[in-house]
């Protein structure tokens, strides 16, 4: 459908939360315990606040998922439309009070259930991973130019494999394979394998004692973003047990165990990816 936005305005939205509202407590806030034992800070909440207002003016149509609103205000969100803004304000919140540059701004556009477009930006980094409109997929690093980014198709040298920043014991290979590690936070290693600094990233969160089939990895707001810039760059986040796409479209907000990368290179390290037509054509949003 025509868009009656440009991911310029969200880009501009995102960068300016990143540089003027985040980077203004970086390493000079305290945090508190959520419910549920995560960390949250005035900088998750003001940004929170700052992206849902900009995103009211520039979409006033498209209802706001964030990671800093009640359960109650974003399961109504996605329950009145087909199409969902989901923002988290701080990916890595621990990184961000850790001094760790990992941390991310993450919006993404959830229509029918596929990540469509997204931005997240690194504040931290001077680093942007977007979508725009002409449909593909971009890297940006402080003023440089923007440069189209692709995912790994096939495996051109040594396995390079995207792990998260505090997992003490990765596994030793992948499907036999043995591979680099690259670390990042969250929706990071999504960006890192959208933009080929790694070919892929598994993750089947190793949650105690829950089966790994029952795991929810991570939130929506986690990774919808990044999910978009890898869709864009030839790739797709996949169910590490069903094979099946990632799609976002039940209650639980939340993504069972994944792994991300492009179909051919998936099964070229022996992954069961499920990608015919029926499983990577979005549905045609409604008018």
Same mark, same amino acid.
């Given at each position: 459908m025509a868009e009656n936005f440009s991911m310029g305005q969200i880009l501009d939205l995102v960068t300016d939360v990143g540089d003027n509202i985040v980077m203004k407590y970086f390493q000079k806030v305290d945090s508190i315990d959520k419910d549920d034992g995560s960390p949250v800070t005035i900088a998750d909440k003001e940004a929170s606040a700052a992206i849902i207002k900009g995103l009211g003016i520039i979409t006033?149509?498209?209802?706001?998922?964030?990671?800093?609103?009640?359960?109650?205000?974003?399961?109504?969100?996605?329950?009145?439309?087909?199409?969902?803004? +989901?923002?988290?304000?701080?990916?890595?919140?621990?990184?961000?009070?850790?001094?760790?540059d990992g941390f991310g701004v993450h919006v993404g556009l959830i229509e029918?259930? +596929?990540? +469509?477009?997204? +931005?997240?930006?690194?504040?931290?980094?001077?680093?942007?991973?977007?979508?725009w409109d002409d449909g593909k997929a971009y890297m940006q690093h402080g003023f440089e130019d923007a440069e189209q980014i692709q995912a790994h198709r096939h495996l051109d040298g040594p396995l390079r494999v995207a792990v998260p920043w505090k997992r003490n014991k990765p596994p030793e290979t992948i499907n036999g394979h043995p591979y680099e590690q690259v670390r990042g936070v969250g929706g990071e290693q999504v960006c890192f394998t959208a933009a080929g600094k790694v070919h892929l990233f598994p993750y089947d969160g190793r949650h105690g004692d829950t089966p790994p089939e029952e795991r929810l990895v991570y939130a929506w707001w986690?990774?919808?973003?990044?999910?978009?810039?890898?869709?864009?760059?030839?790739g797709d986040m996949y169910g590490l047990f069903d094979g099946q796409p990632i799609?976002?479209?039940d209650d639980s907000l939340a993504v069972r165990p994944l792994v991300a990368g492009t179909p051919t290179l998936l099964k070229q390290l022996g992954?069961?990816?499920?990608?015919?037509?029926?499983?990577?054509?979005?549905p045609t949003a409604e008018q």
């Open positions: 006033p149509d498209i209802p706001v998922v964030s990671e800093e609103q009640s359960m109650e205000k974003n399961l109504a969100a996605i329950r009145s439309s087909n199409r969902a803004w +989901v923002t988290d304000p701080i990916d890595g919140t621990r990184s961000f009070l850790d001094g760790y029918n259930g +596929v990540p +469509v477009h997204g +931005v997240a930006y690194f504040p931290a980094q001077q680093r942007a991973y977007f979508t986690d990774v919808a973003a990044a999910h978009a810039v890898l869709k864009r760059a030839g799609r976002y479209n992954f069961n990816i499920n990608d015919g037509p029926t499983a990577t054509n979005a």
